[in-house]
């Protein structure tokens, strides 16, 4: 398969794919998948655990980050054991970070920060690659070659953020602001492209108390220009420029980080002066300079998108992605802030 036409399916799937979701995951019946009775209250109802399309995207698109990270590195001729402990050891590491940054920036116990992880992430994953090699590499099958794993990681998260961005649809958060709250030139801009979210339960209408009203499509559009600059970081890649890979793909997502930021109207948004997220995105930038100069560019052999391929269809690898999957979803998909009552009932005419 050649790199043009593995790249133009991507691109095709997920056209179908935010065409499809842009539309519909806005609406309010889009938000729980399916409730869990857990007590009986004494009126004789359930209170129920919601489960909700907010876990179900958040947990599909970490794990076709990682099917993307080891379709990149197999294609450098990176072993499947040496990607299995890079991506073990950032997700241990990333995901408690998520939660404890979201608690210490944004004073919140039951929420989640991306930018807060994939900030641990840059900042940990060359010196990570650094101790394997030199630990490890004989057990795991072979050296990580530095930079080509930060370019590969950096794709990887862009694609998975961009998908992910369809999580925040679903549940209302990360909202745009109000149309009335912008100038009159954005107003017309958003006029014919906005979202109008419906369901008391969606973080922008508890929280921000814009249900009904358009507002700026900040999700849909940090979801487009993430997939593309996925898709330009790993044609780059697949073309062996492996440190202007990791350079472009970080210097345009956090950029748009921080300018998203401004048309936003939760707490990023309604920040007076530069957020500490915004900080993190301008320093992972100068990070990612600093890290093409302070690790040689290890030379590969010859890339064969088709190695990638098929390592990604290994057993485990399928396995161990499906088990992220599960242990994903059941971090992010089992709701806290919002419950359920349930009742059950006989259909006496279909007995």
Known sequence: MSIELFLFILAALFAVLFAWAF???????WQIIAAIPLSKTDRGDWQGLNLTYYGFFQATSNALAVAIMFVLLGAVGVTAKAVFALIIILFAVCW??????ARVVEKKKHTFTIGGAIFVGV???????????????????????????????????????GLGRLACISFGCCYGKSLDQLSP?????????????????????????????????????????????????????????FAAAMLLTMALTQ???????????????????ISAY???????????????????????GTIEIKSGLALLWDPAVLLFCQALWIAIFLITGRSSVTGATLAFFVHRDKI
């Open 278 to 300: 915004q900080v993190m995105a301008v320093l992972m930038v100068i990070y990612a300079v600093a890290i093409v100069f302070a690790f040689s560019s290890a030379i590969v």
């Open 123 to 161: 900042l940990i994953a060359p010196w990570v690659i650094e101790l394997l090699n030199r630990t490890m590499s004989d057990a795991l099958g072979g050296s990580i070659p530095a930079i080509p794993a930060m370019a590969a990681a950096a794709t990887a998260y862009a694609l998975g953020e």
């Open 255 to 273: 950029s748009w980080r921080f300018v998203s930021e401004t048309l936003r109207a939760d707490e990023r948004g309604k920040a007076q002066v």
């Open 185 to 241: 030139r954005l107003r017309r801009l958003f006029g014919s492209f906005n979202f109008k979210f419906a369901g008391a339960t969606k973080k922008v209408a508890y929280e921000g108390l814009l249900e009904g009203a358009p507002v700026v499509p900040v999700q849909a559009i940090t979801a487009v220009v993430f997939l593309t600059i996925a898709l330009t970081g790993t044609y780059l890649f697949l073309k062996s420029h």
């Open 23 to 29: 539309r519909v995951l806005p609406q309010e019946h």
């Open 96 to 101: 408690p970070a998520s939660k404890l940054i």
